[in-house]
């Protein structure tokens, strides 16, 4: 059994070191596969009947009131509204890696479905996606939404924020939708990081910096919100992007080995998401 378990996690590094390595090209260049734009006013209605198999599933949210700081378009991707950065590269990549992984029948080559915290399509896919939370201001609606979403046995994946304030905006919502739980600061020994993968450290380098921080400032840290019964409702990636290194796979301009270590961290959350 040992032996066996070896063979498997050598080659599972094997097909992560080929989907980074396999189409990069010698100088950066922002991936599109080629895929047609998609605007935030032409946004299709999640078609529920992709949740008939594995569906990477991400969650938008109004950010209108923000728009001349962000200086984003209307164009979803990075340069897009903010809850859109890396769409929908990161997440086709992603379920690439978890076909070539696991026995998950997982959609492949499709742009993720977009949902709401009250668009009741939401509860039909297990795993959902949520970055750039920082400026975040849910509605009631959105907030009670999010609340049954978890309690009903979803799992949210937040990720690409940082700084101190962004974080103390995303707990407020949070605690909104829960007032009886809190955030905690996660540790490598905790189920998630180890329930198909054993990631090593949660001790990760620094990706941001500029303006009033710096990168030392700018630690990454795992949190993560339970419910009663210990069940992780939530995984929060805070001060990193782990969807950038998805999107940045076939490029150069992330290292290779930390986009390695960035497709472990997105496997062990979808396994646990949907074992848990």
Known sequence: ?????????IIAL???AGLALGQRQPHRKK????LPPV???GIPKADESLSGRFTFVRVRFDTSQYASGYRYNNILGDGGPPWSHDYPVAGRHLMKIMDELSKID???DVNEPIVT???PAIFKFPFAYLCEVGFMELSDREIAGMREYLLRGGFLMVDDFRTPYEFQNFQQNVKRAFPEYALKRLDVTHPVFNCFFSIKTLELDPMYGGGYVTRDTQIPEFWGLEDETGRLMMVVDYNY????FWQFSDD???PIEETNEAYKFGVNYIIYALTH
Do not use: I, Q, W
């Open 241 to 244: 992007d782990m969807s950038d």
């Open 1 to 9: 059994m040992k032996k066996r378990r070896l063979t498997v996690s």
């Open 39 to 41: 605007s935030e006013s």
């Open 106 to 108: 997982a959609n492949l």
């Open 117 to 119: 915290f009250d668009d």
């Open 14 to 16: 094997c097909l992560l």
């Open 31 to 34: 991936p599109t596969m080629n």
């Open 252 to 254: 150069p301009f992330r």
